[in-house]
Protein backbone atom coordinates (compact mmCIF):
# COMPACT_ATOMS: atom_id res chain seq x y z
CA UNK A 1 0.00 0.00 0.00
CA UNK A 2 1.58 3.62 -0.99
CA UNK A 3 0.55 6.81 0.31
CA UNK A 4 1.06 10.21 -1.47
CA UNK A 5 2.97 12.74 0.95
CA UNK A 6 4.08 16.19 0.06
CA UNK A 7 7.35 17.46 2.03
CA UNK A 8 8.89 20.43 2.52
CA UNK A 9 10.93 22.69 4.50
CA UNK A 10 8.21 24.62 6.54
CA UNK A 11 8.56 28.61 7.23
CA UNK A 12 7.60 28.97 10.90
CA UNK A 13 7.78 32.53 10.52
CA UNK A 14 5.81 33.50 7.31
CA UNK A 15 4.45 36.88 5.94
CA UNK A 16 1.02 36.67 7.28
CA UNK A 17 -2.03 38.87 5.68
CA UNK A 18 -4.08 39.93 8.57
CA UNK A 19 -3.05 37.71 10.75
CA UNK A 20 -3.20 34.72 8.45
CA UNK A 21 -1.39 32.50 6.21
CA UNK A 22 -1.72 32.60 2.83
CA UNK A 23 -0.56 30.86 -0.74
CA UNK A 24 0.22 31.71 -4.02
CA UNK A 25 -2.17 30.17 -7.00
CA UNK A 26 -0.32 32.21 -10.31
CA UNK A 27 -0.43 30.01 -13.64
CA UNK A 28 2.69 30.23 -16.29
CA UNK A 29 1.96 29.04 -19.71
CA UNK A 30 5.48 27.68 -20.84
CA UNK A 31 5.46 27.77 -24.30
CA UNK A 32 9.12 27.57 -25.06
CA UNK A 33 12.54 26.66 -23.27
CA UNK A 34 15.11 27.44 -26.18
CA UNK A 35 14.02 30.78 -25.95
CA UNK A 36 12.07 30.51 -22.97
CA UNK A 37 9.02 32.11 -22.93
CA UNK A 38 6.74 32.32 -20.84
CA UNK A 39 3.05 33.77 -20.36
CA UNK A 40 2.12 34.62 -17.17
CA UNK A 41 -1.69 34.78 -16.05
CA UNK A 42 -3.05 38.11 -14.57
CA UNK A 43 -5.52 36.47 -12.86
CA UNK A 44 -3.81 34.63 -9.94
CA UNK A 45 -5.28 34.82 -6.68
CA UNK A 46 -4.11 33.98 -2.66
CA UNK A 47 -5.71 31.39 -0.75
CA UNK A 48 -6.13 32.07 3.17
CA UNK A 49 -6.47 30.04 6.01
CA UNK A 50 -9.57 30.60 8.26
CA UNK A 51 -7.82 31.25 11.66
CA UNK A 52 -5.47 32.97 12.99
CA UNK A 53 -1.79 31.51 12.37
CA UNK A 54 -0.05 30.47 15.90
CA UNK A 55 3.13 28.47 16.45
CA UNK A 56 2.05 27.21 19.89
CA UNK A 57 2.55 23.72 20.51
CA UNK A 58 -1.17 23.30 20.87
CA UNK A 59 -2.00 24.66 17.44
CA UNK A 60 0.69 22.85 15.36
CA UNK A 61 -1.50 19.91 14.36
CA UNK A 62 -4.21 22.52 13.57
CA UNK A 63 -4.97 22.29 9.55
CA UNK A 64 -7.11 25.40 9.88
CA UNK A 65 -4.27 27.26 10.91
CA UNK A 66 -1.02 25.57 8.64
CA UNK A 67 -3.14 24.77 5.08
CA UNK A 68 -5.09 26.90 2.83
CA UNK A 69 -6.42 24.81 1.10
CA UNK A 70 -10.36 25.80 0.69
CA UNK A 71 -11.46 22.08 0.85
CA UNK A 72 -9.88 21.64 4.59
CA UNK A 73 -11.21 25.74 5.24
CA UNK A 74 -15.06 24.96 4.54
CA UNK A 75 -14.66 22.67 7.11
CA UNK A 76 -14.27 24.57 9.81
CA UNK A 77 -16.53 25.16 12.09
CA UNK A 78 -16.10 29.01 12.06
CA UNK A 79 -15.78 28.91 8.28
CA UNK A 80 -19.30 31.18 6.98
CA UNK A 81 -18.57 31.99 3.32
CA UNK A 82 -21.05 34.97 3.48
CA UNK A 83 -18.64 36.81 5.58
CA UNK A 84 -15.37 35.38 5.15
CA UNK A 85 -13.61 35.43 1.79
CA UNK A 86 -10.72 32.99 1.65
CA UNK A 87 -9.15 33.83 -1.75
CA UNK A 88 -8.65 37.63 -3.24
CA UNK A 89 -7.19 37.71 -6.71
CA UNK A 90 -3.51 38.64 -6.74
CA UNK A 91 -4.07 42.23 -7.70
CA UNK A 92 -5.52 42.68 -4.29
CA UNK A 93 -2.84 40.84 -2.49
CA UNK A 94 -0.62 43.19 -4.05
CA UNK A 95 -2.54 46.35 -3.23
CA UNK A 96 -2.77 45.36 0.60
CA UNK A 97 1.01 44.73 0.42
CA UNK A 98 2.29 47.79 -0.80
CA UNK A 99 -0.36 49.75 1.64
CA UNK A 100 0.68 47.74 4.55
CA UNK A 101 4.62 47.00 4.16
CA UNK A 102 5.67 49.97 1.28
CA UNK A 103 5.32 49.80 -2.70
CA UNK A 104 9.09 48.84 -2.75
CA UNK A 105 8.75 45.53 -0.35
CA UNK A 106 5.46 44.63 -2.72
CA UNK A 107 7.39 44.90 -5.61
CA UNK A 108 10.31 43.03 -4.94
CA UNK A 109 8.03 40.57 -3.77
CA UNK A 110 6.57 39.75 -7.24
CA UNK A 111 10.23 40.83 -8.78
CA UNK A 112 11.22 37.69 -6.84
CA UNK A 113 8.33 35.66 -7.71
CA UNK A 114 8.98 36.45 -11.68
CA UNK A 115 12.43 35.42 -10.43
CA UNK A 116 11.41 32.38 -8.83
CA UNK A 117 8.94 31.07 -11.86
CA UNK A 118 11.95 31.56 -14.41
CA UNK A 119 14.54 29.71 -12.67
CA UNK A 120 12.13 26.76 -11.66
CA UNK A 121 11.59 26.31 -15.39
CA UNK A 122 15.02 26.25 -16.14
CA UNK A 123 15.76 24.46 -13.34
CA UNK A 124 18.14 26.03 -11.85
CA UNK A 125 19.88 24.66 -9.06
CA UNK A 126 21.74 28.37 -7.98
CA UNK A 127 19.38 31.05 -8.74
CA UNK A 128 20.46 32.96 -11.19
CA UNK A 129 19.01 37.07 -11.86
CA UNK A 130 17.43 37.95 -15.07
CA UNK A 131 16.41 41.21 -16.38
CA UNK A 132 13.31 41.67 -17.81
CA UNK A 133 12.22 44.14 -21.21
CA UNK A 134 8.72 45.05 -22.51
CA UNK A 135 9.17 46.98 -26.06
CA UNK A 136 13.26 46.59 -25.52
CA UNK A 137 12.83 48.70 -22.19
CA UNK A 138 14.31 47.36 -19.36
CA UNK A 139 12.17 46.61 -16.42
CA UNK A 140 13.62 48.28 -13.45
CA UNK A 141 10.81 49.37 -11.16
CA UNK A 142 7.62 47.21 -10.90
CA UNK A 143 6.00 45.56 -14.65
CA UNK A 144 2.44 47.28 -14.04
CA UNK A 145 4.37 50.22 -14.82
CA UNK A 146 6.60 49.21 -17.96
CA UNK A 147 3.31 47.54 -19.04
CA UNK A 148 0.89 50.87 -18.79
CA UNK A 149 -3.07 50.32 -19.21
CA UNK A 150 -2.70 47.42 -21.28
CA UNK A 151 -5.96 45.09 -22.29
CA UNK A 152 -6.22 41.60 -20.12
CA UNK A 153 -6.85 40.69 -23.82
CA UNK A 154 -3.44 41.98 -25.27
CA UNK A 155 -0.70 39.94 -25.80
CA UNK A 156 2.60 41.74 -24.16
CA UNK A 157 6.22 40.18 -24.96
CA UNK A 158 8.61 40.12 -21.99
CA UNK A 159 12.12 39.10 -22.73
CA UNK A 160 14.11 37.38 -20.08
CA UNK A 161 17.95 38.31 -20.10
CA UNK A 162 20.33 36.43 -17.72
CA UNK A 163 22.35 38.45 -16.02
CA UNK A 164 26.23 37.63 -15.53
CA UNK A 165 26.85 35.95 -11.77
CA UNK A 166 30.73 35.61 -11.22
CA UNK A 167 31.79 33.01 -8.46
CA UNK A 168 34.99 34.39 -6.53
CA UNK A 169 36.66 32.01 -4.53
CA UNK A 170 39.45 33.40 -1.92
CA UNK A 171 43.08 31.94 -2.32
CA UNK A 172 44.20 30.85 1.14
CA UNK A 173 47.52 29.61 0.04
CA UNK A 174 50.12 30.31 -2.83
CA UNK A 175 52.24 27.11 -3.83
CA UNK A 176 55.50 27.24 -6.09
CA UNK A 177 53.72 24.39 -8.54
CA UNK A 178 51.50 27.09 -10.08
CA UNK A 179 53.33 28.28 -13.57
CA UNK A 180 54.94 31.70 -13.44
CA UNK A 181 55.40 31.38 -9.48
CA UNK A 182 58.23 30.38 -7.75
Same mark, same amino acid.
Given at each position: ?????????Y?D????V?????D????????????L????????F?R?S?T?????K?????N???L???S?Q????S??S??TDLK?PIG?????MS?T??P? @??NK %? /???????I?? &?L =???EDK???S????E?E?T?N??A?I?D????Q??RIV? @?P?A %? /????S???C? &?T =?P??A
Amino acid at each position: CYEDYVCQRYIDNPMLVCGRKFDLRIYALCLSYVPLKVYLYRDGFARFSNTRFSMSKDDLSNNYIHLTNHSIQKQDASYNSKVTDLKWPIGSLRRHMSATYGPD @VANK %V /FDDLQQLIIN &SL =LANEDKVPYSFYVAETEVTANLSAAIGDASTEQVIRIVY @VPQA %V /FRVRSVTRCT &ST =LPGHA
